[in-house]
């Protein structure tokens, strides 16, 4: 079993930046690929960044490409995602997962933690 726990969100205005953080437990860390996805009132649950085991690969949605970055520290069993530029359409929970020696998706992932709420206002 593995504990995922967000924390960073709040609310910022657009053109802001945030850090969100990700602390896993329960498992060996390394041994999961990790992502962060974000849900919207209304709307499903979406990809927003991967990182592999290592954090030699990432992946981004095209929607925020550019502007995010993910990335973890496995000697602190911990993954963030640095939000900058952020804008309005931003606007969701944003939750952390984690799945087996691969990369999570919305459709295949191990482990979601509870989700942190990021507000952009205009």
């Known amino acids: 079993q593995v504990q995922l726990v967000e924390s960073g969100g709040g609310l910022v205005q657009a053109g802001g930046s945030l850090r969100l953080s990700c602390v896993a437990s329960?498992?060996?860390?390394?041994?999961?690929?990790m992502g962060w996805f974000r849900q919207a009132p209304g709307k499903e649950r979406e990809f927003v960044a991967t990182?592999?085991?290592?954090?030699?690969?990432?992946n981004y949605a095209d929607s925020v490409k550019g502007r995010f970055t993910i990335s973890r520290d496995n000697a602190k069993n911990t993954v963030y995602l640095q939000m900058n530029s952020l804008k309005p359409e931003d606007t969701a929970v944003y939750y952390c997962a984690a799945r087996i020696l691969s990369r999570p998706s919305v459709a295949r992932s191990d482990y979601w933690g509870q989700g942190t709420q990021v507000t952009v206002s205009s």
């Open positions: 990182i592999s085991t290592s954090g030699g690969s990432t």
């Open positions: 329960g498992r060996t860390f390394s041994n999961y690929g």
